[in-house]
């Protein structure tokens, strides 16, 4: 009897000792989740062990024919990806598809075999052909299939739709639907409940953003889930940075919530300026509705002030025309 009541003791700490490790995971390291049926996300990778951001979720389709993967992470976590998929599956990928241009999304372009289809929007493409890790022979892995609005891939129950809805974090956001799994990967245009970051020198907009959302709302039919572009939240910077974990897996209504958000906040924007505040005191006095008040305000300011140069632009175009 006294052996067994040991051995119990010893499968309970084990399995203590299993959930302790689980819990204290951290936000940063690599893991794969199961999003529904063959729909997966690989969350995680830093840019290096001890500095940098955190790359965007890549999420990990296995399709009939081949897996397809949405987004490659910074530089570095190739293989690291690869070993993710061949966890769940023997297929070979065949198709990456970048949400946009940004580095901790197409880093690791370079790293899968060059029989790989890359697919994105034709303004994205022409953003990454500027970036250095994509010069000289790394052209190759620029995408070369590229699409204006709406693109389909696969067919059936693999059906991929592809949109690009207008300008918001880049010029070349695309959102990318699988409608048999009624689940939408949105890249950074909805990379969590944030005052979202606007690459102006992508091509992005403050002013547009909303508009951008409410044509995905308008357009996209019959999704569930929602996939945002990134699973952490990053506080301060240095050796002093620390990140917490972020549900990369939400709802239709959080998409909802955060295009109500944007739209809130950039008629906030230009009411205060309208009523001759500058964009820093604009910033520090911005009264946003209580239900928005978990969300990550650390580009606030940096929005303030892209609404209020993009307002600035608009008027003076409209005098040069007049």
């Known amino acids: 009897m006294r052996r067994w009541t040991t051995l119990g003791v010893l499968v ?8 302790v490790v689980g819990a204290q995971q951290s936000p940063i390291d690599i893991r794969l989740e199961k999003v529904r049926d063959n729909l997966f996300i690989v969350t ?21 024919g081949g897996v397809v993967l949405i987004d490659t992470k910074y530089p570095g976590f190739g293989n690291t990806i ?5 966890s769940v599956t023997s297929r070979p990928v065949t198709t990456i598809i970048n949400t946009h241009t940004h580095g901790d999304h197409t880093g690791s ?4 075999p060059r029989t790989v289809e890359f697919v994105a929007h034709e303004n994205t493409r022409t953003n990454m052909a500027r970036m ?3 010069q000289g022979d790394n052209a190759a892995f620029l995408p070369k299939r590229t699409f204006k609005d709406r693109l389909s891939l696969l067919g059936g129950n693999d059906r991929i739709e592809l949109y690009y809805f207008g300008r918001g974090h880049t010029d070349g956001d695309t959102v990318i639907v699988f409608p048999a799994l009624r689940s939408a990967v949105m890249g950074d245009l909805f990379a969590r409940k944030w005052a979202p970051l606007v ?3 992508n091509g992005g907009s403050a002013l547009a953003y909303p508009q951008t959302l409410a044509k995905a709302l308008a357009t996209i039919k019959d999704v569930d ?9 990053q506080h301060g910077s240095g050796r002093d940075v620390t990140f917490v974990r972020s549900n990369p897996m939400m709802k239709w209504p959080d998409l909802q919530e955060y295009a109500e958000f944007t739209r809130t906040f950039v008629a906030a924007a230009e009411a205060a300026q309208k009523a001759g505040r500058n964009a820093d005191e604009a910033a520090r006095n911005l ?8 969300y990550d305000m650390a580009n606030a300011k940096a929005d303030v002030q892209r609404v209020y140069e993009e307002l600035s632009a608009s008027r003076s175009r409209s005098k040069l025309q007049n």
């Open 12 to 19: 309970a700490i084990a399995a203590l000792t299993i959930a």
């Open 44 to 64: 995680g990778g830093r840019a290096s062990p001890t500095e940098g951001g955190v790359s965007g979720v890549t999420t990990v389709f296995v399709a009939e």
């Open 82 to 86: 690869l070993a993710q998929v061949k």
């Open 109 to 112: 372009n370079g790293e899968f």
């Open 132 to 134: 250095s890790q994509f």
């Open 199 to 201: 690459d102006a020198n």
């Open 225 to 233: 889930t929602v996939i945002t572009g990134h699973s952490t939240t």
């Open 287 to 294: 009264r946003l509705p209580d239900k928005y008040k978990d």
